[in-house]
């Protein structure tokens, strides 16, 4: 099925839920200071995909739970990725997001902080709210993984010698501790056996390193307009990512140097932008970096073998197939 | 008694007390990320007090408390006291802190933000072991307040007409939540009567609102190489605390034409502070709040009415009393 297709019958599918997670996300952004709500606002209201809270929603109805409590729940997990982007974006000097000029080029840099510091703390109230010890601490647990791997990513900002396992524990702290957290979180909000826990788990993990992957893959395939991006933006800010890290292992000495060059100039032309993702094409670092991610998909809906067919599990996987149609 | 003879009487009582707390917060520091350790320990070995550590700690104790989960517990406090004031030093570009210069200045404000997150997150964590829910909701909810004081005081910032009212609540979120929140948890953690509960947190949040009293008057009235800190800190960052909120309110008009001038200027003289301290004297800026820090250290001590006559409860009126003696 073709991307567009997928995402449409995703669409038509959760289009219920979709906007019940809307609606939800607005009403509990509740900040007694209006400021916080405004910044908050700027980037919660920007057309993100709400995947995070969709997942926990979803994965809550697959284990069948029938509270009402899901959806306000789910919010969490938009609170927490938004207050990461916010803090990203101030780190990074980054000047897109979503299509908008960052929130730190409107606000001032420490307002955008404070914000990022306030939706941590909401999304922690409203988790306590579950009345559920385990899924505070998986959320804390969440929350602390995501701060060292944004830490590692930092300190290893432009170094060429980072590793492939560096780049998977780096995703893996930023992105699909993230998504595992969520999906935990739904079986446990609805008293799942463990069993279903860990498939749930797994799904969310795998997913997450898949969504990462074709993630970064986007800067070297898409047209950067479409993104709402600059071309070039990871190695722009330093960041290598595994068509590059693959790339550079495989080039020959020469190549290598060229690509070397490059990356250490952020101020490349598009021009030199396009021979180095050629440079990537030829050393098999694109095509390499889709295999992977496709191995990751097929990981994670392996894992929702765990469960009988049903509409809500052909949503998972439909979401699964579609991280990886984004990239191709 | 005199400020030092105060001070060495505390230390004496709790020597043992803040020396395992000490053992805690530097046990209960693992980050995967050393960077963060490395950031984190910069400030948190830099000389603090302990102080917030210490009311849970005593708050335990005078509740009954003989587990063995008192200590490890009470780094919480102190955790996200320091995640505060790295996000603050970022904030306010502030430059020395505990006499040192601010993480900042050494490291690149970026990763500093990230070690804040990180401390933060850590917190949670460890908050989430003790298996309380309640302590949980607690810890969270302080989290929530303190980021939304910490924006009311960024917006108001360098607003000459900042009132009282609005003072007090931007010291309450930023200071007495924090010790309210310690000393609430050191009844929950004892599981204490829901009385004993409420006169400790009282005993904190009028604790917390002296103490931030007298840290702002000390800006006024100390020596500032004795404080580690550049004379008129607050003015320069555009902050208006209590001594010159009441001395404005108060002024002739050519006296508060002379002071609004001051103010709005962060680069004024050593020579030029002096007169400023001395506008604040004859309009009663600094008796004033001295006296109203006064009144909350009696109210925080009558809280404490509730328990019998203790050594603990002696250091903890002596706590109180020492937070005041500072200033005079």
Redesign the interface.
Known sequence: MSEVDLKRRILTEVQEELTAIEAAIEANLT???D??REIAGHLLFAGGKRLRPLLMVLGSRLCGYQGGYDVTFSTIFEYIHAATLL?DD???GGTLRRGRPTAHRIW?P??V??????L???A??I???A???RI??VV??V??E???G???Q??RKGHLDLTRDEYLRIIRCKTAVLFEGACRVSALLADAPAGAEEALSRYGHHLGLAFQMADDLLDYTEDSTALGKVPGADLREGKLTLPVIQALARASEADRQKMVEIITRADFSTETFKGLVSLLHRYDGIEDTRRQAAMEVSQAKAALGFFPDSRVRGILMDIADFTLSRTS
């Open positions: 900040p007694h200071a400021l916080a803090h101030v780190i990074d001032e420490p307002a902080v404070l914000t990022g510091d306030f941590l703390a909401r922690l109230s988790a306590a709210r009345g559920r010890l505070l601490e804390a647990g929350t602390e995501m701060a060292q944004e830490i590692l930092l300190q």
